[in-house]
């Protein structure tokens, strides 16, 4: 049989994937720890109002519970350790210096879970907002060493928790950069952004890459006291 003989009987090559053929995660659990922060808060909000099931999660219940009521949507309150265990995704939203030692109490109820990461290192001095480097490369890193029998993404970091609690805000007008390992963890991530309104998920890359995302930051917030505003992202030409 000759090469263009065998060329002939090759099979077809699939088609590539639609980067936009996203799955349904509209029957997912979504837990927050951290969920009585603005960010975490905030995010809870524009989850549960789009109709995903939310539960937030503080180190004490009561408080979790108290910020859930106040949400509404059906919003559920719980420690941190009962968040983690009744969800299929949990989003850590935690402060920094809290970021290591809560993850490593959680390491048992966050095994096998989707877990989005979007801490973001920061320092503060009379310059304003500088990113801080953790030892692991990015808070993102540091969660996938410390949660080993979890699959650790990186999301949300880029979003105005003004903006995000404000029931008259009926859109967030912006993208959400997406780190991650496996394909089938990001895409359910992006889908995750895409239930909020005026939101979109974008893969940017491996977890290697999310210490410049998480450091941007810092520039936004330098943005945001120039302009007096709440500045978001938005990638061109996808």
């Known amino acids: 049989m000759t090469s263009s003989d065998d060329a002939k009987t090759a099979p077809a090559k ?4 639609d980067p936009w053929d996203l799955p349904d995660v509209s029957g997912l659990v979504v837990g927050v720890l951290g969920g009585t922060g603005p960010q975490g808060k905030g995010l809870a909000y524009r989850l549960a ?3 995903q099931k939310v539960i ?10 108290t910020a859930a009521d106040e949400l509404g949507h059906g919003v559920e309150g719980a420690d941190n350790a009962e968040c983690a265990r009744r969800s ?5 939203a935690v402060p920094w210096d809290g970021h ?8 048992e109820e966050l095994a096998g879970k989707l877990v989005v990461d979007c801490v973001n290192p920061l320092g503060f001095d009379k310059k304003g907002a500088y990113a801080l480097k953790p030892e692991e490369g990015s808070a993102a890193e540091q969660a996938a060493a410390l949660l080993p029998d979890s699959r650790v993404t990186a999301a949300f970091h880029h979003l105005s928790a003004v ?5 008259s805000v009926g859109e967030i007008d912006t993208d959400v ?14 889908a995750l952004a895409g239930r909020i309104p005026g939101m979109r998920g974008v893969f940017a890359g491996r977890l290697r ?6 450091a941007l930051v810092a520039n936004l917030i330098s943005v945001n006291r120039r302009y007096k505003a709440h500045a978001g992202l938005r990638v061109t030409d996808v």
Do not use: C, Y
Request: glycine share 6%.
């Open 14 to 17: 699939a088609p590539a994937k």
């Open 49 to 51: 109002k789009a109709g």
């Open 56 to 65: 937030i999660g503080s180190r004490a219940a009561d408080r979790a519970r």
């Open 88 to 92: 299929d995704i949990v989003i850590v």
């Open 100 to 107: 290591a030692a809560t993850l490593e109490a959680l390491r």
């Open 163 to 167: 903006l995000l609690q404000d029931p």
């Open 177 to 190: 950069m997406v780190l991650g390992e496996s394909r089938a963890d990001t895409d359910m991530v992006q």
């Open 209 to 214: 890459n999310a210490h410049q995302v998480e």
